[in-house]
DNA sequence: GGTTAGCACTCGACATGCCTAAGTGCTAAC
DNA sequence: GTTAGCACTTAGGCATGTCGAGTGCTAACC
C-alpha cells in the first residue's frame, strides 16, 4: 500500500465530505477523482486511515467522514492555501479604502471577511503598546466625577468616567490635567505605568488622592480596555449551516458572545509557518467549540492583534486560510506602518 | 355566548400555549383552568374566536394557537403587566450599581434584561442632544490626517479620523482648536449646526477647506454616530428556542446583525399607556422578524433611546413587559437626571 | 506484495399500512 | 345559551418490508 496514494485519498476525502457534507464512499471516490486504482484498493487504504484515527465511519455500511485529527493532517501536510480570485482581491482593496475611522474600518473588514468565508469573522481591536500619548483630559461632570480621556498618536481614544473620591473644582481638575499631560505627554503606553508613581507624587497633597485615582484610570485605559474587545459580523451564516452543528449553534453562540473565550483562544493559538494559525474541533478547550474550528491571523504592525473566521469543523480550510491571509494584509497596510 | 368568557378563554388559550408551546384543545383548558362550563361550549367560544382571526388550528383536529392578532388583543385588553419578583429587582439594582463608565453600564444592562427574559436584549445608545460641548480636540496624526475628539458634557466622547485635504502644522491645528473650542465651547449639541458656518467663515481663507471638514466631521459626531449604535445579548437564547422559529433563526440573526433595521422598528414602536411598546409578529414590515415579537421601551431623560428585548411571538409577554420596563427605569435613574 | 473481483452482510432511509388519541363540528335535547 | 353525544378528521407512533450504498473479507491475479 502506498503511502502517498493513502495521504491523497485523504485529501480527496476531505474535499468531497467538504463540498457535499455527506459521508464519502470508496466507489463515489474513484468516480470522482481518477485515482487509478478500484475501489477495493481505495477500501483497503481507507480501512488504513481509519486505523490511524484519520476517518470515522457514522455508522457501519455509510461512507467516511474526517476526524478533527484528519483535518488537522489535511491542513498541516496536504492542502495547497488556494489564491484568492482578482475579484475578490479588488473587492477586499475597494471596500476597505476610503474610511480613515479605525471603528469603520474594523467594521468593513469583518463584514468583508465574513462574506468572503461564509462564516463568522471576528476582529480583535489593535493593540495600543506601541502608540504614544498625545492627549490627557479630565472633564468634570459633577463636584467628584470626573471623565478621563486618553488620546494616543495612533488614533485611538479611550475613557472613562470615575469618582474620585473627593470634590473638585474646576480650576484643581484643571491643574491636575496641566500637571499629567506636561509628565505625560509623548512616552509610550507601554511606559507608562512606571512613570505614574512619579507623576502622582509631585501633586499637592490636597489632590493625591484624587490624582491616584486618575492614575490608576490612565494605566487601565492605556493596557486592558479597547484592546480587549472584538467587532463581529456574519453570524447569520451559522444558521445556514444549521446541519453542521449537530445539537444546536446556542453553545456556539453563547461562546461568541462571551469574547474573554474568544479572545483567549485567539491568542493562544499558534502561528503556522504559511501565516495562519488553524484550530480544529476538539483542539480547542472549550466545550462549546466543540464542533468548531477557527483560522485566524494576527495583524498590524507586530501583528499582535487577531483576526479570524470561526465555522464548523467541515471547512473549507485552503479558501478560508487563503481569505484571512489576504484580509489582515489589507488591513495592515491600511492601517498603516 | 358571553362575551367575557370568551376572552377570558382566549387569556386561557394565550397562557396554556406559551406554557406549553403544543396546541391547546377545549377539552384540556376546562381541566387546567375552572371556567365551569363544559368543553362543548367552550369549542363553541373557540369557533366563534377562530372566526374573529384571533386563534387558528395548525390543522384539522388539533387544538388552537393564538394568531398575531390574538396576541395582541392579549397584549392590549386581557392581560395584567406581572410585577417582578423581590430578588429580580434586588439583582437589577445590584449588578447595575457600582459602575459608571456607560459602555459598562449598557453591557451589563443588556446582559440582565436578556437573563431576566431568557431573550435577545438590545439597547440603544443614548442620545446626545440634550448635551452640551464640553471639550474639543484636534490632534495631527499626519500632516493631512487629523483626529477630531468631540467630549460632551453628559460624559460622551465620540472620535473620528479625516483628511483635512490640506497639510496643517501643529501651529495651525492649535489654532483652529483655539478658534473652534473658544465658539463652541458650551452650546448644546442640538444647536451645533446651525453655529458651524459662522465659525468656519471666521477662519483665515488658507486655512478655510480644512475648517470646513472639520466642522463637517463634528456635525457627524454629534448627531449620528453614536447613538445609531446598539449592544446586544442573549442571541444564544435564539438558538434554544430553535422550535419557535419554524424555518431557521437565519433571518432572525440577519435582522439583528442589520442594525439599522432593529434601529428603525424600535423608534417606529408606538409608546403604550403602560409605558411599553409591543410589536407581534407580521406587524413589523420586515420578513425576517415575521415570527418575532419585539417588546420596547424608552429610557433615560426624554425616553429617547430604547431599550428591548426580541423574542419568538409565543413569548411570555406579561413578564417580559415587567423585566423590560423595570431595568428602564433602573437605567434610567443610574444615568442621572 | 500489492491489487482486484466477487460476495455476504449490515444498516440507514424510505415507503406502506395500521392503529390510537386528540380534537373538532354538528345536531338534538335540556 | 348550554350540554351531551356522536360521526369524522388527522397527526403521530409503530411495525413491517424493501432498497441501495457501502463495508470487510477471501481468493485469485499480476
Redesign the pocket.
Known sequence: ??EP?KLEVLRAIVEDYVHSRE??????LVERHHLG?????I??D??AL?DDGLIT?P??????IPTDKGYRLFVDQISAVKPLSQAERRAIQSLLEGSDDLDDVLDRTVRMLSQLTNQVAVVQYPHLSRATIRHIEFVLLAPRQVLVVLIATTGKVEQRVIDVGQDLGDDAIAALRTHFLGSLAGISLSRLTPSLPGVVSSVSPGQRSAAQALAHVLETLAHNSREERMVMAGTANLARSNVDFPLSIGPVLEALEEQVVLLRLLSDMAQDPRGVAVSIGRENPYDGLAEASVVATGYGPDSTAKIGVLGPTRMDYPTTMAAVRAVARYLSRILGP
Chains 1, 2 share one sequence.
Open positions: 500500500m502506498s496514494r459521508p464519502v464512499g470508496s466507489k463515489a486504482v478500484s475501489s477495493a484498493t477500501r483497503n481507507m480501512a481509519e465511519a455508522h457501519t455500511s455509510a461512507g467516511r
